[in-house]
């Protein structure tokens, strides 16, 4: 997959160290990176590349995932969710109510994040046998519905070191990129189903995804013939929503 170019003389500011970090952070924007890929992205000298890289991550605005490479960092989503400019969060709220209400089950929403993905979002049932996820958990994309939703659109390189770790299979993200959502059994936690469809930006790319989960006892061995078309609405509404609010 082609990764565009971030050179850091694209659009100066005149502070030199401010538009080489911006530079960074940018290139990260494409997914994990490795220090050789940053410096490709940016332009960048090598140990330019690497001292603002390793300088972003003592602030937590850059990361590493499992394999060393670069990621945005969490303190960036705090940033966004502080100032009040996080569109996803702010648009996929309202959405998650909806859906809740519409299934009588917990909603979430997940954003990959290097070797996780993260809750950003949720609407949980008032009372009863529920499945609650804080919001800012961290689950692996080993297991679980939302995982494999955040999976099947990658290209294959990252598809194939997903799968590599994974309790589902390559045939199972085929199978999620065919019908256009994932469902998943008491395969991340015993006794809990969900299921999960993505969230997309206007250029199609998968930028989250969005989840019912609850026990099995009522979501039943078979989830998504219960609840698929709910989450797939959803999802839609949701990147709707996100496209419109970021339209001129």
């Not at 979002?121 to 804080?134: D, I, W």
Request: proline share 5%.
């Amino acid at each position: 997959m082609l990764r565009r170019q971030y050179h850091y003389m694209d659009e100066s500011s005149g502070v030199g160290v401010v538009d080489k970090s911006v530079a960074v952070l940018s290139a990260l924007e494409a997914g994990p990176a490795s220090l050789a890929s940053l410096v490709t992205l940016t332009g960048l000298p090598r140990p330019t590349a690497h001292r603002l890289a390793v300088a972003l991550e003592t602030h937590r605005l850059v990361a590493r995932d499992s394999e060393g490479r670069f990621v945005l960092g969490p303190r960036l989503a705090e940033l966004a969710a502080a100032g009040g400019e996080d569109r996803l969060i702010a648009v996929a709220g309202p959405i998650l109510g909806k859906l809740r209400d519409a299934t009588g089950e917990s909603t979430q929403l997940y954003r990959r994040q290097g070797d996780v993905r993260v809750c950003v979002a949720a609407a949980e049932l008032p009372a009863g046998l529920r499945n609650t996820v804080p919001i800012g958990t961290r689950l692996p994309l080993t297991a679980g519905s939302a995982a494999q939703v955040l999976l099947a659109w990658e290209d294959a390189e990252r598809l194939r070191r997903g799968v590599a770790a994974a309790v589902f299979t390559a045939q199972t993200l085929a199978r999620v990129r065919r019908q256009g959502w994932a469902a998943s059994v008491a395969e991340r936690q015993a006794g809990v189903a969900s299921v999960s469809a993505p969230v997309r930006s206007a250029a199609g790319r998968v930028i989250a995804a969005v989840s019912v989960s609850g026990p099995i006892e009522r979501l039943s061995r078979n989830p998504g013939r219960l609840h698929a078309r709910a989450v797939v609405a959803a999802g839609e509404a949701i990147s709707r929503s996100l496209q419109a609010r970021q339209a001129p």
